[in-house]
């Protein structure tokens, strides 16, 4: 019988439940179905005795983040918050691990972020949940991040988190022992829409609002790529080839909205983004989102929000 894999979970303070279990009972369903120990798993922590999750349980864990032995996978798993925690030592045994070659590197949730500070993603997909988007991109813009649930072809694997953590697993059961027990382990999860690595975080603007107007998706994603730069609805309009007139009626139907109102707030969720997730300036912020006044900026986000940037921003605290 060949050995079986073994998978650490680093769980760095405030990790997320839902994440958590979604990677760990897949393992468990495989090796029942199976009959055979395909896999076993450990635990990794600050202070290697127990992890908190943001919803306060309480895992007893098996290794300090300096002490994680020799594996198959060692996997970090963050959630809420993680700019802030202690993931110095994490990231010196990941480098170390790394170096030995024997241990393959992933991230779970916003764990991305663990990676990204060590150096690992330079040049590299990722997928982090899609809360993040925003403060990563501006942090780390060496790496290439997208938008897929996971991501399963490069050296370090991640997935954004919840139910995208069950999708990496059942791919990487498929990978390793086969199509057939990865479909009996996601029945056995009653899980049926076991999704790829190229789709998309978030349910797609057609399954919400249940339309299929490309002219409109395609506005929308002109919209997220002008972020920092926008771009008036005359010229969306041009680069869709319709009229202004009909881009307004198109989002006045399906949105109940108008372009430039959509658009606006657009930025100003990303700016909130900001404001709350990372130590960039409020003028900073304002570049990024299109606002080249900063008073501008606080005028229109104050309007939106009740509370000026810097007070948003008070309110973290």
């Known amino acids: 019988m060949s050995k079986p894999q073994h998978f650490v979970f680093a769980l760095v303070e405030d990790y997320t439940h839902l994440a958590f279990a979604c990677a760990v009972d897949p393992l468990r369903i495989a090796n029942l179905i199976s009959g055979k120990e395909l896999y076993r798993w450990s635990y990794a922590s600050l202070d290697g005795e127990t992890a908190i999750s943001s919803d306060g349980t309480a895992i007893v864990v098996q290794h300090r983040f300096e002490s994680i032995p020799p594996c198959d996978r060692v996997f970090v798993l963050s959630g809420i918050n993680m700019r802030h925690k202690d993931f110095r030592n994490l990231i010196a045994s990941l480098?170390?691990?790394?170096?030995?070659?024997?241990?393959?590197?992933?991230?779970?949730?916003?764990?991305?972020?663990?990676?990204?500070?060590a150096g690992l993603l330079?040049?590299?997909?990722?997928?982090?949940?899609?809360?993040?988007?925003?403060?990563?991109?501006?942090?780390?813009?060496?790496?290439?991040?997208?938008?897929?649930?996971?991501?399963?072809?490069?050296?370090?694997?991640?997935?954004?988190?919840?139910?995208?953590?069950?999708?990496?697993?059942?791919?990487?059961?498929?990978?390793?022992h086969g199509y057939d027990l990865s479909v009996a382990v996601s029945d056995?999860?009653?899980?049926?829409?076991?999704?790829?690595?190229?789709?998309?975080?978030?349910?797609?603007?057609?399954?919400?609002?249940?339309?299929?107007?490309?002219?409109?998706?395609?506005?929308?994603?002109?919209?997220?790529?002008?972020?920092?730069?926008?771009?008036?609805?005359?010229?969306?309009?041009?680069?869709?080839?319709?009229?202004?007139?009909?881009?307004?009626r198109l989002f006045g139907k399906y949105l109940n909205t108008a372009p430039k109102k959509y658009f606006m707030e657009m930025r100003l969720e990303k700016a909130?983004?900001?404001?709350?997730?990372t130590e960039m300036s409020v003028t900073d912020i304002a570049l990024s989102c299109g606002f080249d006044n900063p008073g501008n900026f606080s005028r229109v986000y104050r309007t939106a929000f009740g509370v000026t940037p810097m007070m948003q921003r008070g309110k973290l605290g």
């Open 95 to 117: 480098r170390t691990l790394d170096r030995g070659g024997r241990t393959k590197i992933g991230a779970l949730c916003s764990g991305a972020y663990v990676l990204a500070k």
């Open 122 to 176: 330079n040049g590299k997909q990722a997928a982090i949940h899609w809360e993040y988007h925003d403060s990563f991109m501006e942090e780390f813009p060496e790496v290439n991040l997208v938008r897929n649930v996971f991501v399963a072809d490069e050296k370090y694997i991640t997935a954004s988190g919840g139910t995208a953590t069950a999708d990496l697993m059942l791919n990487l059961i498929e990978q390793e």
């Open 188 to 248: 056995q999860m009653v899980y049926n829409a076991v999704r790829g690595s190229s789709s998309a975080q978030k349910v797609s603007l057609q399954s919400r609002s249940g339309m299929r107007n490309s002219h409109l998706v395609r506005a929308i994603e002109i919209m997220r790529e002008r972020l920092d730069d926008p771009i008036p609805p005359s010229a969306i309009a041009r680069k869709i080839g319709i009229s202004t007139r009909q881009l307004e």
């Open 272 to 277: 909130r983004h900001l404001l709350l997730q």
